[in-house]
């Protein structure tokens, strides 16, 4: 039977916190991040316009996202109703309000194509600046 010394402890502590990083994108993050990884991104940050090849869904436990497609914004609060975006749809998010944003998100998509893709092909008009 092993038993776990303060020392080791020590180290266990000093070693999950070394493991925090800080990179100039969040894809270059997300691919970077482990199975069990987090992604935290700073206020008034901004995800490149892209695009899932299913729905995306996020519930929102702090903070505010604005999340603006070809139709409008959504945003996401803490408290609020989920949001919803179709699947195909370009958007742009950008992380608002105060609070430090932390959410559940799920995206669905068919495993023969991939999740996220650029979205070259629209331009979004700064919905979440307003």
Not at 14 to 34: C, N
Not at 72 to 90: D, E, L, N, S, T
């Amino acid at each position: 039977m092993s038993q776990t010394t303060p020392e080791a402890s020590r180290h266990r502590v000093r070693s999950a916190l070394a493991a925090v990083d800080t990179y100039p994108m969040r894809a270059t993050a997300e691919k970077a991040m482990g199975p069990r990884g987090t992604v935290v991104e700073s206020l008034g940050k901004t995800a490149p316009t892209h695009r899932h090849s299913g729905p995306e869904a996020w519930h929102t436990v702090s903070g505010e996202t604005c999340l603006e497609t070809p139709e409008g914004k959504m945003i996401g609060r803490a408290g609020g109703a989920p949001v919803i975006a179709p699947g195909g749809r370009p958007m742009h998010l950008t992380a608002t309000g105060t609070a430090r944003r932390r959410e559940l998100v799920l995206i669905l998509h068919d495993s023969s194509q991939p999740a996220s893709t650029p979205a070259e092909d629209w331009t979004p008009k700064g919905l979440c600046k307003s």
